[in-house]
């Protein structure tokens, strides 16, 4: 099970991630997000993930992730900035996702069944899917009845009203490649809690140790 803990804005806490266990690490860079990070902030989840991962001697993914810039600038941020994979949030075409991959050669794609109702993974030709509830952020929970899991193929993420306490039924009921989380595992909008992290990661591993 691939967790993804987004919206990390500090060494301190991306360290704590992987320490417990994280695959990936996301950074949000949009101005309107209580999780937007500077670039300075953002260079430090970086290098923090790259030295915790080496301590680990494990791969972890980076991703910059993104909602409104174009798709091409944020593309030449995410490889200055130094992240594995850009992330394309939203209404973003499939000529958006081939102008960013080449640029940097990961980009996932993270949209809601909302917004595309016949939701394929690599319609836009992404390395990955993640599908959200219609308010990303927003914490609150959603309607996983629509998910296809036949239509999205073994490694797409699911994101949206994710925490502890309700990662294992989501898991057991869609069958997901991964989860990605942010607002909860925060004690406050924005703001990381460890404890909620390393919940979060251990509930989300003990859901598909039950299910295989």
């Known amino acids: 099970m691939y967790v993804k803990i987004c919206g990390l804005r500090d060494a301190a806490m991306t360290e704590h991630a992987i320490a417990a266990g994280a695959d990936a690490v996301g950074v949000v860079m949009s101005p309107a997000s209580p999780r937007h990070a500077t670039p300075e902030e953002a260079i430090a989840v970086?290098?923090?993930?790259?030295?915790?991962?080496?301590?680990?001697?494990?791969?972890?993914?980076?991703?910059?992730?993104?909602?409104?810039?174009?798709?091409?600038?944020a593309a030449r941020l995410a490889r200055t900035l130094g992240f594995d994979v850009l992330q394309l949030h939203g209404s973003y075409t499939a000529a958006d996702f081939a102008a960013a991959r080449a640029l940097i050669p990961r980009v996932w794609r993270a949209t809601s069944l909302?917004?595309?109702?016949?939701?394929?993974?690599?319609?836009?030709?992404?390395?990955?899917?993640?599908?959200?509830?219609?308010?990303?952020?927003?914490?609150?929970?959603?309607?996983?009845?629509?998910?296809?899991?036949?239509?999205?193929?073994?490694?797409?993420?699911?994101?949206?009203?994710?925490?502890?306490?309700?990662?294992?039924?989501?898991?057991?009921?869609?069958?997901?490649?991964?989860?990605?989380?942010?607002?909860?595992?925060?004690?406050?909008?924005?703001?990381?809690?460890?404890?909620?992290?390393?919940?979060?990661?251990?509930a989300a591993r003990r859901a598909h140790i039950t299910i295989r």
Do not use: H, Q, Y
Request: proline share 8%; glycine share 12%; net charge negative.
């Open 46 to 73: 970086v290098a923090a993930a790259r030295a915790a991962a080496a301590s680990a001697g494990r791969p972890v993914d980076t991703a910059l992730v993104v909602n409104r810039m174009p798709a091409e600038e």
């Open 114 to 202: 909302a917004a595309d109702p016949e939701l394929r993974a690599g319609a836009r030709g992404e390395e990955r899917l993640l599908v959200d509830g219609a308010l990303p952020g927003s914490g609150e929970t959603w309607d996983l009845s629509p998910v296809a899991p036949e239509r999205l193929g073994d490694d797409w993420l699911l994101a949206g009203g994710l925490d502890a306490t309700t990662v294992g039924a989501a898991i057991a009921a869609v069958s997901p490649g991964g989860v990605d989380v942010s607002s909860g595992v925060e004690s406050a909008p924005g703001v990381k809690d460890p404890e909620r992290i390393t919940a979060f990661i251990a």
